[in-house]
């Protein structure tokens, strides 16, 4: 069980939180005519999200209104462990808003990978809430009472929910090809590290609000589950360049080992094109092109032709678009694991900084 995090500081929840069990991905397209409204809906947003991840009990409005929550938690608000991200994307700068000059400088339209089936209808987006909760129940309520008071000033544009496993049987949780996920990343706990890594600074070319803010992209990638399960362990292993059953690298024992990349003494390899050494070669400028990764299992039931429609909401965070996320994903293109996997979906985003306190709302600095 998580705490609740703190709602208010200078970044947002659901960042450098662990990632909870259960999460909603919702894009939203906006909807208000003015700058002005535009402003009433963002401190809507975080009031409601404020409520919500302090939990409390909601004020009774007398016999003749509708109750003020749906209840679905009982008549107490519980926390659960609640975080709500509100991240801004490239369309919300359009111009409908007078925003132009406001918007960060990477944030644009998702870029089309070679390997990727972007399905446009299902990617971007003006807003994007990322709320996540110990239970899915906790989300399922978030999501409903943020739509039922943002009612009219916005509308969903595309929304993908995903899981967490439990530790099967320790250490990172698997993703839906059975490998563990998560395993190389970046200590959230080393300040230093997430300020050269995750959180974006004003200056040299960006707007001076987005300090604090962080770079959120998701992509959402089908696995072709019905292949992969006919390939052997060993190609499987040899893809990812890591153990199914530990997660340890090829070249080590332990989960949480360094890989080695050249010369290894016990004559294991791992591949050229293998993705862990792809994504991080572990060379002097890589160093600087890691992210924050915090991805979710996501199973969507059957397609059409009854084939299974399952995959990785994978979600990065990131201090610079281009330098980090983007590199590392142009260097993945054509590797063995394209043939296992379909992106369709997602967007580039903002999550914006957090609000400092009660009076402050998300979204104040940049409007
Ligand atoms: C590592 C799977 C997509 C970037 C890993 C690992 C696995 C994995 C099993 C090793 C464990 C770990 O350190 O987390 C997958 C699957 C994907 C996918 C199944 C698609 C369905 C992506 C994408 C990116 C990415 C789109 C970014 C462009 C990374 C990075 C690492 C990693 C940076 C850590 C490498 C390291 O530092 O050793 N992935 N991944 N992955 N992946 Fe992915």
């Not at 200056?203 to 604090?212: D, F, H, Q, Y």
């Not at 992209?217 to 499987?236: A, P, S």
């Amino acid at each position: 069980r998580s705490a609740a995090p703190a709602f208010h500081g200078d970044h947002q929840q659901g960042i450098l939180t662990p990632a909870q069990r259960s999460a909603a991905f919702v894009a939203l397209d906006v909807t208000t005519a003015s700058r002005a409204e535009l402003g009433d809906l963002l401190r809507t947003i975080t009031e409601r999200a404020r409520f919500l991840t302090t939990g409390g009990t909601p004020p009774d409005p007398g016999l003749t209104a509708p109750p003020r929550d749906s209840g679905v938690l009982g008549p107490t608000v519980v926390p659960d462990g609640l975080t709500v991200t509100l991240s801004v994307g490239a369309s919300l700068f359009d111009g409908r808003y007078g925003l132009a000059s406001a918007k960060p400088v990477k944030l644009r339209t998702m870029d089309e990978f070679p390997d990727d089936s972007l399905r446009r209808e299902v990617c971007d987006g003006d807003l994007l809430l990322q709320v996540c909760a110990d239970d899915r129940d906790a989300v399922t309520h978030a999501v409903r009472e943020i739509a039922r008071a943002t009612r009219g000033g916005m509308g969903v544009r595309w929304r993908q929910d995903g899981f967490v496993s439990p530790p099967r049987p320790s250490g990172t949780p698997r993703n839906l090809m059975g490998f563990k996920d998560g395993t190389s990343n970046p200590d959230t706990g080393d300040a230093a590290l997430m300020k050269q890594l995750v959180w974006a600074h004003g200056g040299s070319g960006e707007p001076a609000w987005v300090t604090g803010g962080s770079y959120h992209v998701v992509r959402v990638i089908r696995m072709l589950v019905e292949f992969w399960d006919r390939v052997n362990l060993h190609e499987q292993e040899n893809m990812i360049g890591r153990r199914r059953d530990t997660g340890a690298p090829l070249t080590a024992s332990a989960e949480h080992d360094d890989p080695h990349f050249e010369n290894d003494p016990t004559g294991d390899v791992i591949q050229l094109d293998a993705h862990i050494r792809l994504a991080n070669p572990r060379t002097k400028a890589s160093a600087d092109q890691r992210m924050l990764r915090r991805a979710y299992n996501y199973d969507g039931g059957v397609d059409a032709n009854g084939t299974l429609d399952m995959g990785l909401v994978f979600v990065a965070f990131n201090q610079d678009l281009d330098r980090q996320f983007v590199a590392v994903q142009k260097r993945l293109a054509g590797e063995p694991l394209t043939d296992y996997i379909q992106p369709f979906g997602g967007g580039y985003y903002f999550a914006l900084p957090g609000a400092r306190d009660s009076s402050d709302w998300l979204g104040r600095s940049m409007l």
